[in-house]
């Protein structure tokens, strides 16, 4: 009303504030029905899930109508349309909010919205065809032209119009008609926006522009470039309300998570509008309203708000860079761990982003990881994800130190270097924690075998107990079977830990057979077998200890290392010979003691399995020798 009166009087220049004002109004109002089609819709195709009301989106885009809160529980289809109660009212009001938004723009807009409406087929009664709807609300540019494309233009049009009119620019932020006390929210947003805003580097967006309506003061940023990513900010009195437009869900629920320090609440972003879909490029919209306790707290949430917009900047872009490296999760980690760093990821890509990683291993590890493997899979989860946080953070600090690309692209690929010397160390690790195991099978016999031969609870316990611990060490091989796929010069370690395995598969079936040896056999019987246990106990004892010595030899490292860890082998290879003649004296013994063919036939199987488990460890040590001089020792 105001518009028209200031255009009856001849006064368009007056007119032209209140009609931009109007506009950005109904922009609000046209977000909030498209998301209501493409909703109510969803619900219609989907009618077993929660049906979300929008009301907390209709009251942020001030529309008093509360009937419309039950549209989408409503909502039905019958055959290819769609029952919508109030669908007509519906209609009519996008045709005249999108005249509204288009009464300050160019030429151009104006036909191109008349177009647009002739288009529209007249709606009969509160049914819509699923055409209709995708036709409304697409967004897709690579097809044809559509209201949500004409109000994202026309957004665009009534900021830059906005910007000219400016009385005022605060902090970069172009302001006109602020009230009292408006000025200093508006610097406390950007003082938050400018101060990450270096970290978006070359990338154009956080064009900012502030006004008031009403009781409203009103915040717009345009964020980046994409149509709809957009975020609007009402502040009256302490609450602070802002509406954030995306086409991604995912980069929507990482903005929601920014805030985890202060209490907003978010308009059920995982629910109402992960179901907003338009056929071809579904927009997702939500609202965070936060009611601030004091006025200090409401300048430091406006703070916190326009120092995180700049992490929207790219994030899917930087989240697809990242998908040859890392997993889905582990991705999703990084960027949100970017972000509360205030290191962010656009200097990332401003160094070519994934590419900068891959010329980093073309560089230092051209054999070892390959286009197509993941980083994650050769290096580990923990290992990869700490060396991609080590070049986002070298990347975004050496751009805004100025230093040169060859330099940050120098230190990245010593970075990868050291990361790919350790993945020997974190296999040998790995090879301790199986050996680990192995030990407690031998002590867990030998230790048995030693106490009360009459305790058959105590046989079974010990059956279980050996079967539990081959089944973990079964694991770390599969593990390290995964990790060398990915690195062939390291197949000497698969190697060792299969020789290994093999002393835990035959110690837990000697576990087996002493259950079913049982009680009923003689104490000669046990005794004849404790010699070679307590030898396998400690020979599986020296494996752990050459195993945690080698992962401290080096070539240009200490002698004694290197001498302890040869001691170890030395020492295995002793236990092995003095097993072999254990082996023949419990032959002997049980031929001479045994009561039975079925008692001298499970001593005789025990024997071997425990003589075969020495023979592995012994292999195993010997194949790890190998590798620690030829590859490590090496000159």
């Not at 509360?66 to 669908?87: I, M, N, W």
Request: proline share 3%; glycine share 6%.
């Amino acid at each position: 009303m105001k518009t028209q009166i200031l255009e009856t009087m001849g006064e368009e220049g007056l007119a032209l504030p209140s009609q931009i004002e109007a506009g950005l109004a109904a922009n609000d109002r046209l977000k909030y029905y498209f998301s209501l089609l493409q909703v109510s819709r969803s619900h219609a195709d989907n009618p077993d899930q929660t049906s979300p009301s929008l009301r907390q989106e209709r009251l942020v885009a001030g529309i008093a109508k509360s009937a419309l809160d039950q549209t989408v529980a409503g909502a039905r289809k019958e055959g290819t349309s769609y029952r919508l109660s109030g669908c007509r009212e519906l209609l009519a009001a996008i045709a005249s909010d999108a005249r509204v938004m288009t009464a300050p723009a160019d030429t151009v807009a104006k036909q191109r919205l008349e177009l647009l409406l002739k288009q529209l087929p007249k709606s009969e009664g509160d049914t819509i065809e699923g055409r209709i709807i995708d036709q409304i609300t697409r967004a897709n540019r690579s097809k044809a032209d559509s209201l949500h494309r004409l109000v994202m233009d026309l957004h665009k049009q009534l900021n830059a119009l906005q910007v000219g009119l400016a009385e005022e620019l605060i902090d970069g932020a172009a302001t006109y008609g602020l009230g009292k006390g408006d000025d200093a929210l508006v610097h406390a947003f950007m003082a938050g926006l400018n101060r990450t805003a270096p970290l978006k580097f070359n990338h154009p967006g956080l064009g900012t522009t502030a006004t008031r309506s009403g009781h409203r003061l009103i915040i717009q940023n345009d964020i980046g470039t994409t149509d709809a990513h957009v975020i609007v900010v009402h502040v009256e009195a302490k609450r602070v309300t802002l509406t954030y437009s995306d086409v991604h869900l995912e980069r929507l629920q990482f903005f929601c998570a920014l805030f985890a320090r202060f209490a907003v609440t978010w308009s059920n972003p995982n629910s109402s509008h992960s179901a907003a879909l338009a056929d071809d490029a579904p927009f997702f919209l939500t609202t965070g309203a936060f009611e601030a306790k004091d006025h200090k707290q409401l300048l430091a949430y406006l703070d916190h708000l326009g120092s995180r917009l700049v992490f929207l900047i790219d994030w899917n872009r930087a989240r697809k860079q990242l998908r040859g490296f890392m997993k889905r999760q582990q991705r999703l980690l990084l960027l949100r761990w970017a972000a509360d760093a205030d290191i962010g990821h656009r200097g990332f890509l401003e160094l070519g982003g994934a590419q900068l990683i891959w010329d980093a291993v073309e560089t230092t590890a051209p054999t070892t990881i390959r286009l197509g493997d993941r980083l994650c899979d050769v290096l580990g989860e923990d290992k990869a994800f700490a060396f991609i946080q080590f070049t986002f953070k070298t990347a975004t600090e050496g751009l805004l130190a100025r230093q040169s690309d060859g330099l940050i692209r120098d230190r990245v690929r010593a970075e990868l270097l050291d990361h790919l010397t350790t993945v020997g160390t974190r296999f040998l690790g790995t090879a301790t924690a199986h050996a680990g195991l192995v030990f407690e099978i031998a002590t867990a016999i030998r230790d048995h075998l030693f106490g009360p031969h009459d305790d058959p609870v105590g046989l079974k316990k010990l059956a279980k107990r050996a079967r539990h611990w081959e089944h973990d060490a079964d694991q770390l091989v599969s593990e390290i079977a995964l990790s060398v796929r990915h690195r062939p010069e390291l197949v000497p370690f698969q190697q060792l830990m299969a020789a290994a395995d093999d002393a835990a598969d035959e110690m837990e079936e000697a576990a087996f057979l002493l259950g079913l040896l049982g009680s009923s056999a003689k104490h000669n019987a046990w005794e004849s077998l404790q010699p070679l246990a307590s030898i396998l106990a400690e020979a599986s004892q020296q494996w752990v200890k050459a195993l945690a010595n080698a992962q401290h030899v080096h070539r240009h490292g200490a002698r004694d290392d290197v001498d302890d860890f040869l001691t170890s082998i030395d020492r295995l290879a002793s236990l092995e010979h003095d097993a072999d003649n254990e082996e023949r004296a419990v032959t002997v013994a049980a031929l001479s003691k045994a009561t039975d063919f079925r008692e001298l036939h499970l001593i005789s199987e025990i024997r071997q399995r425990l003589g075969n488990a020495s023979d592995s460890l012994k292999r195993a040590s010997l194949i790890l020798r190998d590798q620690m001089v030829s590859d490590v020792l090496a000159p």
